[in-house]
């Protein structure tokens, strides 16, 4: 645990109350890796680059080379008759030899106002030259790239903050040409070819590029900001949880979401103290859960329960427990547990279940026509071991310890309920226990997770709020 309790202190979980209103629900934080994992998993490599190599590169080349022959550039050298026409028509010619997307970039921007995404390729290409000359292909590469930029815009009907796309655009300053393989200088015209071609690439490629390519970024970026900006729903038991994200903050080199939404709670159970906001640290994704999330969906998953014991014609293990404690009660044949509503504490470094729990003693089935013995009734208190698997936060319990006793009727006289204790705690653990982590095995939602396929997190438990934590170095996301 101490590791964990660490974690806390590092992170600077606990530093600061959340901006916005009301209390918050949960609260995210997104390193730029990991923003840069979901839109590489999201990219479609093949749609990129088949966009690249159908770019109009011949015909733009070809355009530019005809409105360049009689303007100069070719100029001065000594061709024959229309040889410049016979180069422009015979040259081109421009095949797209081989593309490559290269690792792309997530950026915060200086002023930590947006996002900038960029996606950058090379390209390489053969472009054939006329058979009079000496030179029959030259081979170019060109590194290119597209930007998209994420600004927080404020909603102004709803008054949330949200992700926008800004205009996809190319940064002319980082198109390079590069020739691959030296040409003869004495080869003049080729070389005139060459820097032409150079020249058209490089004022040409990026308005060609925001033409072809922005639409696909566009849209790839975009469908991350629908899964980010999307309503987390659960259904669970009838009952139907959903939150939405309220505001978004780009801060301490991080994109942090806080959920808002409504939550059903128990009739009589107060809301907890605000979510404390957390501070993403060294980790590539960490959240903060409310107690009044995680409560309302533990009592959801878990409502009253009734358990019951013995009575299948053998005598049950506890019957000589309780003869030995209780001898009046020597013939008890069967235990049914009712449990109450459960209710929930975080505090930093511990998770605590409490559940009321009546137990009534009988001497054949409980359908039958006595009634009970007597009826026990008991606070039971538990740990909680938090996990993640599937994307849901998973308790399980674990050392029972009865809180209070006491004996609410008795057909067998009066006595001091104190004495069942330990059977009682025993009793629990055997049985009740195992029985309730199966039902709890089902798992909390947790906002997110699933659909970022993450299914590796450390979670420990602070001061009204669970936190998980994805490190760097942990199970790659597969979303």
Same mark, same amino acid.
């Given at each position: 645990?101490?590791?964990? $309790?660490?974690?806390?202190?590092?992170?600077?979980?606990?530093?600061?109350?959340?901006? /916005?209103?009301?209390? !918050?629900? &949960?609260?995210?934080?997104?390193?730029?890796?990991? +923003?840069?994992?979901?839109?590489?998993?999201?990219?479609?490599?093949?749609?990129?680059?088949?966009?690249?190599?159908? =770019?109009?590169?011949?015909?733009?080349?070809?355009? /530019?080379?005809?409105?360049?022959? /009689?303007?100069?550039?070719l100029s001065g050298i000594p061709l024959l008759g229309g040889l410049v026409n016979k180069v422009?028509?015979? $040259?081109? /010619?421009?095949?797209?030899?081989?593309?490559?997307?290269?690792? +792309?970039?997530?950026?915060?921007?200086?002023?930590?106002?947006?996002?900038?995404?960029?996606? !950058?390729? #090379?390209?390489?290409?053969?472009?054939?030259?006329?058979?009079?000359?000496?030179?029959?292909?030259?081979?170019?590469?060109?590194?290119? #790239?597209?930007?998209?930029?994420?600004?927080?815009?404020k909603d102004p009907y709803t008054g949330h903050i949200k992700l926008t796309i800004e205009n996809c655009q190319n940064n002319p300053g980082h198109l390079r040409v590069t020739v691959l393989e030296n040409v003869n200088p004495l080869f003049q015209l080729v070389n005139k070819v060459v820097r032409l071609v150079t020249d058209i690439v490089e004022k040409t490629v990026p308005h060609l590029l925001q033409k072809e390519l922005c639409p696909l970024a566009n849209g790839l970026v975009q469908s991350v900001l629908d899964l980010l900006q999307g309503s987390f729903t659960s259904q669970m038991h009838n009952e139907r949880f959903q939150l939405t994200p309220e505001s978004f903050r780009l801060h301490d080199g991080s994109l942090q979401m806080v959920y808002g939404g409504n939550v059903p709670m128990p009739e009589g159970h107060s809301i907890s103290a605000p979510l404390p906001s957390v501070s993403r640290g060294d980790s590539r994704l960490n959240m903060a859960l409310s107690h009044?999330?995680?409560?309302?969906?533990?009592?959801? =998953?878990?409502? &009253?329960?009734?358990?019951? @014991?013995?009575?299948?014609?053998?005598?049950?293990?506890?019957?000589?427990?309780?003869?030995?404690?209780?001898?009046?009660?020597?013939?008890?044949? &069967? $235990?049914?547990?009712?449990?109450?509503?459960?209710?929930?504490?975080? &505090?930093?470094?511990?998770?605590?279940?409490? @559940?009321?729990?009546?137990?009534?003693?009988?001497?054949?089935?409980?359908?039958?026509?006595?009634?009970?013995?007597?009826?026990?009734?008991?606070?039971?208190?538990?740990?909680?071991? !938090?996990?993640?698997?599937?994307?849901?936060?998973?308790?399980?319990?674990?050392?029972?310890?009865?809180?209070?006793?006491?004996?609410?009727?008795?057909s067998i006289g009066n006595f001091d309920a104190q004495h069942l204790t330990g059977m009682l705690t025993r009793v629990m653990s055997t049985y009740l226990v195992p029985y309730v982590n199966r039902i709890l095995a089902e798992g909390i939602p947790i906002p997110l997770v699933h659909n970022l396929g993450v299914d590796s997190m450390q979670v420990v438990a602070g001061k009204d709020a669970l936190f998980l934590v994805v490190q760097r170095g942990m199970a790659p996301v597969s979303a």
């Amino acid at each position: 645990m101490l590791p964990f $309790l660490c974690l806390l202190v590092l992170c600077g979980l606990l530093a600061q109350n959340a901006q /916005g209103n009301g209390s !918050p629900l &949960a609260i995210a934080n997104f390193s730029p890796e990991m +923003l840069h994992q979901l839109i590489s998993q999201r990219m479609n490599s093949q749609d990129f680059t088949d966009h690249l190599q159908r =770019l109009p590169l011949e015909g733009v080349i070809k355009n /530019g080379m005809r409105q360049s022959s /009689g303007g100069g550039f070719l100029s001065g050298i000594p061709l024959l008759g229309g040889l410049v026409n016979k180069v422009v028509v015979g $040259l081109l /010619g421009v095949k797209i030899k081989k593309v490559s997307l290269l690792e +792309l970039d997530v950026k915060l921007d200086k002023d930590e106002t947006r996002l900038i995404i960029t996606i !950058p390729a #090379d390209i390489e290409l053969e472009v054939k030259c006329p058979l009079h000359l000496a030179v029959k292909l030259v081979h170019l590469k060109l590194y290119l #790239d597209v930007q998209v930029g994420v600004r927080l815009v404020k909603d102004p009907y709803t008054g949330h903050i949200k992700l926008t796309i800004e205009n996809c655009q190319n940064n002319p300053g980082h198109l390079r040409v590069t020739v691959l393989e030296n040409v003869n200088p004495l080869f003049q015209l080729v070389n005139k070819v060459v820097r032409l071609v150079t020249d058209i690439v490089e004022k040409t490629v990026p308005h060609l590029l925001q033409k072809e390519l922005c639409p696909l970024a566009n849209g790839l970026v975009q469908s991350v900001l629908d899964l980010l900006q999307g309503s987390f729903t659960s259904q669970m038991h009838n009952e139907r949880f959903q939150l939405t994200p309220e505001s978004f903050r780009l801060h301490d080199g991080s994109l942090q979401m806080v959920y808002g939404g409504n939550v059903p709670m128990p009739e009589g159970h107060s809301i907890s103290a605000p979510l404390p906001s957390v501070s993403r640290g060294d980790s590539r994704l960490n959240m903060a859960l409310s107690h009044n999330y995680v409560a309302s969906m533990l009592e959801t =998953l878990l409502p &009253a329960q009734t358990l019951t @014991l013995g009575s299948q014609g053998k005598d049950p293990p506890f019957r000589q427990e309780i003869a030995a404690v209780l001898p009046r009660a020597h013939d008890v044949q &069967a $235990l049914q547990i009712r449990t109450g509503t459960l209710s929930l504490s975080l &505090a930093v470094g511990r998770i605590q279940v409490r @559940l009321p729990i009546e137990i009534r003693a009988y001497r054949e089935n409980p359908v039958g026509a006595y009634g009970p013995l007597f009826v026990i009734r008991i606070n039971l208190v538990l740990l909680a071991h !938090p996990s993640v698997s599937g994307g849901k936060l998973i308790l399980s319990l674990h050392t029972p310890s009865i809180e209070s006793i006491s004996l609410l009727s008795s057909s067998i006289g009066n006595f001091d309920a104190q004495h069942l204790t330990g059977m009682l705690t025993r009793v629990m653990s055997t049985y009740l226990v195992p029985y309730v982590n199966r039902i709890l095995a089902e798992g909390i939602p947790i906002p997110l997770v699933h659909n970022l396929g993450v299914d590796s997190m450390q979670v420990v438990a602070g001061k009204d709020a669970l936190f998980l934590v994805v490190q760097r170095g942990m199970a790659p996301v597969s979303a």
